[in-house]
């Protein structure tokens, strides 16, 4: 790994004051592998493709256009990219990158789990599987991808460079709160659910995945959460106990292991507290077939899978009285809201057209 990804200090990215709660759906799109055993490059099944119409249909119940960040697999094959080409064509979704690097040539690397993160590679390496995918994507969905996270979050101060080099002007692959060295992944112990600018002249925005603490000691979340959620914490099962005590939890803003009162208790928190504006749900799209990950077994998961977003959506488009947004008009706002109408005029994120082949 060459860097944290908070090497320097961020320039925080706001929206203005009077803007309401704002929702964006990123989803991991990609191949199905099973969770428990060791990466391959051999596991490319993109089966569930064909039933992302299940959540679609949810999200067009609330103007909701979620961003699909695909990755090779999904990129590469008419089974993974057709169904996406469709909703993008009717204006439905955005178009995004996501990095297996396992599965994205060339695999010139040892296959192995310290190299399922990509800023664990060399760096030549790492910029030539981004480039193949983002050209992939642009050949079969037609759109030049603006938009990235990084598989299993593998990014750091290099990848960001990247990032800004290929034109991506979107990224979300921190992971607030959380520290991933355990796995020979990065350090995200530090960052917040901020937004916020990095590149040359700040023309890269982070929008992290939206996690946040609750429970009486949540001031002290940032000092208090490294170490009762460390590999010897969980041993010890400090986090456990101190979530059961209303003490302190750290939740994420997803369908996938996270009840839809955690939810609904996390999302009132931060926006009571001022803390948010922009929640970022997540989660992968073979949750959206049966048997693919831990998170639905069952057909009875997947029917509480797609009650989650319904239920959440509606929590926050009424309650909370939030809207859904783009990354575009995310990014756009937060420009002005700097005074950097300059930016204002830059290619709308997921929306550059070409030909398809």
């Known amino acids: ?20 709660p704002q929702l ?23 089966t569930a493709m064909k039933h992302q119409w299940r959540a679609q249909a949810v999200f067009g119940r609330y103007g909701v256009k979620p961003v699909y960040l695909v990755d090779y697999p999904v990129a590469s094959q008419p089974a993974g990219y057709t169904p996406l080409r469709e909703f993008f064509d009717d204006g439905r979704c955005e178009i995004g990158a996501h990095l297996h690097p396992w599965v994205t040539p060339p695999v010139e690397e ?42 299993r979050y593998g990014a750091d101060a290099e990848t960001r460079t990247l990032l800004e080099e290929l034109g991506f002007l979107v990224d979300s692959s921190v992971l607030p709160w959380t520290d991933l060295r355990h796995m020979a992944g990065p350090d995200f112990r530090h960052c917040s659910s901020d937004p916020f600018w990095f590149g040359a002249g700040d023309r890269v925005l982070e929008i992290p995945l939206t996690t946040g603490f609750l429970g009486l000691l949540h001031r002290l979340g940032e000092e208090v959460f490294p170490w009762i959620g460390s590999p010897r ?35 009132r928190a931060l926006v009571h507290r001022g803390e948010q504006k922009v929640f970022v749900v997540s989660y992968h799209s073979p949750s959206l077939g049966v048997g693919h990950t831990p998170y639905v077994r069952t057909r009875t998961d997947l029917e509480q899978f797609l009650a989650w977003l319904d239920a959440y959506l509606e929590f926050f488009m009424g309650e909370i009285g939030g809207r859904p947004a783009s990354t575009g008009e995310i990014y756009r706002a937060m420009a002005a809201a700097g005074g950097r109408a300059s930016l204002q005029s830059a290619q709308p994120l997921g929306e550059r057209r070409r030909a398809a082949g």
Request: charged share 30%; proline share 5%; aromatic share 6%.
């Open 110 to 151: 040892t296959v192995n789990d310290g190299n399922s993160f990509a800023c664990n590679l060399p760096r030549d390496l790492e910029r030539r599987k981004l480039s193949i995918l983002k050209e992939t994507i642009e050949r079969n969905l037609g759109v030049a991808p603006t938009v990235y996270r990084a598989g």
């Open 233 to 267: 914490g969980v041993q010890l099962r400090a986090t456990a106990i101190c979530a059961r005590a209303r003490l302190l939890d750290r939740i994420r803003l997803s369908p996938e292991g996270v009840t839809i009162d955690e939810a609904k208790r996390l999302t």
């Open 24 to 46: 964006l759906v990123f989803i991991d799109t990609e191949e199905e592998f099973d969770w428990q055993k060791h990466f391959s490059s051999d596991a490319r099944g993109v």
């Open 1 to 20: 790994m060459s860097g944290d990804f908070t090497t320097r200090t961020p320039h925080a990215a706001c929206l203005p004051a009077e803007s309401p």
